[in-house]
């Protein structure tokens, strides 16, 4: 068995379970609005590293953060009555901002695609 699956696993499962819990139980608006990215464990298992993105601009992310802060304890219980693991990770969130360079990536692409004459004779 390699040896990062059991983090691996147990990222995807409090990925799932954070995902259904920020939609059922938690009652901020801006929260029920994010969408958790990937979650990244320690080896150890004791430290969920939550990567999130939402539609919202800095104040916004700003808002998100400070909600993060007050409902992480939350849903740290909230996980440890649902999950079957020895240990509840400690949680920790962060705007996933990767998503951001692929789409300013594509649009780039895209900006350079329009500005290409068309390839005329070309064998392929």
């Known amino acids: 068995m390699p040896?990062?699956?059991?983090?691996?696993?147990?990222?995807?499962?409090?990925?799932?379970?954070?995902?259904?819990?920020?939609?059922?139980?938690?009652?901020n608006p801006d929260l029920q609005r994010v969408t958790l990215t990937h979650v990244r464990m320690s080896k150890?298992?004791?430290?969920?590293?939550?990567?999130?993105?939402?539609?919202?601009?800095?104040e916004g992310r700003r808002a998100l953060v400070r909600a993060f802060q007050k409902t992480g304890p939350y849903l740290k219980?909230?996980?440890?009555?649902?999950?079957r693991l020895r240990y509840v990770p400690e949680l920790s969130f962060e705007y996933d901002e990767s998503v951001e360079r692929q789409d300013r990536v594509a649009q780039l692409f895209?900006?350079?695609?329009a500005t290409r004459p068309p390839d005329e004779g070309h064998d392929g």
């Open 110 to 113: 895209a900006e350079i695609a």
């Open 44 to 58: 150890d298992l004791q430290h969920a590293h939550v990567l999130y993105t939402a539609t919202a601009d800095q």
């Open 3 to 27: 040896q990062g699956s059991r983090p691996a696993r147990v990222g995807d499962l409090i990925r799932e379970e954070l995902s259904v819990l920020l939609q059922r139980e938690v009652r």
């Open 77 to 83: 219980r909230l996980l440890g009555r649902q999950l």
